[in-house]
Nanobody, 113 residues
Framework: QAQFVESGGGLVQPGGSLRLSCVASGFTFVNYGVTWYRQAPGKEREFVASIAGVADKTLYADSVKGRFTISRENSRNRVYLRMNNLQSEDTAVYYC??????WGQGTQVTVSA
């Protein structure tokens, strides 16, 4: 069964950093682009960043551009989201998704002093 498992979230102070990880299983990972989304309490799920399967073309939401970096390690079926200079508005549950995977449990990121 195709799926992702997200990890790496936690509580961090404003200005801090975290690296989220997403491990894929059950499908040919390198064939698909991967997107990170997030959902804050009371808000719609929103796009954060995406990366293509092989060419590593990346896209970012304006709100995270320059602070977040998406990358992938095809040999280990992993996608990462490096998040720097975190702010309170980055507080959300973060999910990774491909066209062939369902929504997973996500990983909670809380930015608070």
């Amino acid at each position: 069964q195709a799926q992702f498992v997200e990890s790496g979230g936690g509580l961090v102070q404003p200005g801090g950093s975290l690296r989220l990880s997403c491990v894929a299983s059950g499908f040919t990972f390198v064939n698909y682009g991967v997107t990170w989304y997030r959902q804050a309490p009371g808000k719609e799920r929103e796009f954060v960043a995406s990366i293509a399967g092989v060419a590593d073309k990346t896209l970012y939401a304006d709100s995270v551009k320059g602070r977040f970096t998406i990358s992938r390690e095809n040999s280990r079926n992993r996608v990462y989201l490096r998040m720097n200079n975190l702010q309170s508005e980055d507080t959300a549950v973060y999910y990774c998704k491909s066209p062939v995977t369902p929504w997973g449990q996500g990983t909670q990121v809380t930015v608070s002093a």
